[in-house]
């Protein structure tokens, strides 16, 4: 279905850990996605959209996902955020860290995905595609520090399950079903359910500022993630596939726009624009640009 895609050269990401912050999930809080207020409960199946996916080439699959989310074709689990507050710790080299803040987003609860609660499938799907639902739900796609965060909150957390690459097979629909169907397996054996933080899953798609500094290739997809049980990332942050290209292990977790710091509303494009404030939820050495939120090349 995807054409091979080649790996491309792009600046070395670089990174300020700060392992000493923390984040906590308020399980008392749901917020409704107000995307999907009015829209119906789903009636489109995991299997069904599955059936069309594996007629489609890469960019048609890719827009029938738009599609199909944002026709409220989800579990319903995943039409409400739930609450992850992020601690900063001191960072006296860091002027805006030299005093803690707490940080509060409203994040859903998984990776994008089409179908019914009792039968849905997690879709990979290119970055324009990401930013094409993020955008109409009013939401971004996070950094890799948000991603470390949100994973500090996991309510379980999984062994990852790589398949073995042969040629472009992991490109196929058939696949994501597949892993899905293994994920689903995993939670079932461990008591989890759908609508959790669970670590381990998925590669998050992400922004970075590294992204827009190889202008010879703008157009990457980068991926970040995928967590191990003693929270050490097995996919380093990657910038080097072209944005044609997704296999099963890619996922889109969105983080809503409306942000609280220390009790002040933020909106989190400008936030993560913000040429001092972006260093509340990035660890990187520049904040995004404003093309990073523009990506309509679908």
């Known amino acids: 279905m995807c054409a091979f895609a080649p790996v491309l050269r792009a600046a070395q990401p670089v990174r300020h850990l700060r392992p000493a912050d923390r984040a906590v999930l308020v399980d008392t809080v749901s917020v409704p996605v107000e995307h999907y207020r009015h829209l119906p409960a789903s009636r489109l199946t995991g299997w069904d959209f599955m059936l069309q996916a594996d ?18 074709n989800v579990p319903q689990v995943m039409r409400s955020f739930r609450k992850v507050v992020i601690h900063t710790a001191v960072t006296d080299s860091v002027p805006v860290l030299a005093e803690p803040h707490t940080i509060e987003l409203l994040v859903l609860p998984d990776y994008v995905m089409v179908g019914t609660d009792e039968d849905y499938v997690r879709m990979p799907m290119s970055p324009q595609a990401a930013q094409a639902i993020a955008r109409e739900l009013d939401c971004s796609l996070p950094t890799a520090y948000m991603v470390d965060r949100i994973n500090d909150v996991a309510e379980g957390r999984l062994d990852i399950f790589p398949f073995r690459p042969r040629g472009n097979r992991n490109s196929d629909p058939i696949v994501y079903q597949d892993h899905n169907r293994v994920l689903m397996r995993m939670f079932e054996m461990r008591g989890y359910r759908l609508g959790q933080f669970i670590s381990g899953l998925k590669k998050d ?9 190889s202008p010879q290739y703008p157009h990457e997809v980068v991926i ?28 889109v977790r969105l983080v809503s726009n409306h942000v609280l710091v220390d009790g002040v509303h933020y909106n989190l494009p400008d936030l993560l624009r913000h040429p001092v404030l972006y260093v509340l939820l990035s660890d990187e050495p520049h904040p995004l640009p404003a093309e990073a939120f523009h990506d309509t090349n679908h």
């Open 224 to 251: 970040y993630g995928w967590h191990h049980p003693d929270g050490h990332p097995q996919q380093p942050m990657f910038l080097r596939h072209a944005d044609y290209y997704a296999d099963y292990s890619h996922g």
């Open 55 to 72: 007629t489609l080439g890469f960019w048609p699959l890719d827009s029938a996902i738009v599609s199909e989310v944002l026709a409220g």
């Open 205 to 213: 798609i992400i922004q970075t500022c590294w992204r827009h500094l």
